[in-house]
């Protein structure tokens, strides 16, 4: 199963001619140990790897459960979104995909930063990522002493 979710997909031909990318199903770039793909309506040149950049990605309470660790560095493309990133480790993880989202959009009981800003005073899940970055997605917090 393919998973389009907005990083781009390059052709495998050998030569380096421009030619336009076809419709799914297609040989994506496999990112993150998850097969995502995006078809650009523009020509890409064939042959050559998209460049990548590394995120890291920070979970806590219920959804570090649905990871099984704290910490993960996921592989992206140089045009993904916050959104992009969460969609393509929750292909890996689809508990952490169920906690995080709804109706393709991210849960109101859920709160996402990048580089400790958050989201929902971005771009929300259109935010986009840089080399580097620091995602963080949390539950809101709760309990304390009256």
Excluded at 19 to 28: E, M
Excluded at 56 to 83: M, N, Q
Excluded at 113 to 128: A, F
Aim: charged share 25%.
């Amino acid at each position: 199963m393919w998973v389009l979710i907005g990083v781009t997909v390059f052709n495998t031909i050998e030569d380096t001619q421009a030619v336009p990318v076809p419709s799914p199903p297609v040989s994506p770039v496999r990112l993150g140990g998850a097969a995502v793909a995006r078809v650009d309506e523009q020509y890409k040149t064939v042959g050559r790897q998209p460049p990548i950049m590394a995120i890291t990605c920070d979970f806590y309470g219920p959804l570090r459960e649905a990871v099984g660790r704290k910490t993960i560095t996921h592989d992206v493309s140089t045009d993904a979104t916050v959104g992009d990133v969460l969609e393509s480790i929750a292909v890996d993880h689809p508990e952490l995909g169920e906690l995080l989202f709804s109706d393709g959009d991210l849960r109101e009981t859920m709160n996402v930063s990048v580089n400790s800003r958050h989201v929902r005073l971005q771009d929300g899940l259109e935010t986009p990522v840089e080399d580097g970055d620091t995602v963080r997605a949390y539950p809101p917090a709760e309990g304390g002493s009256t």
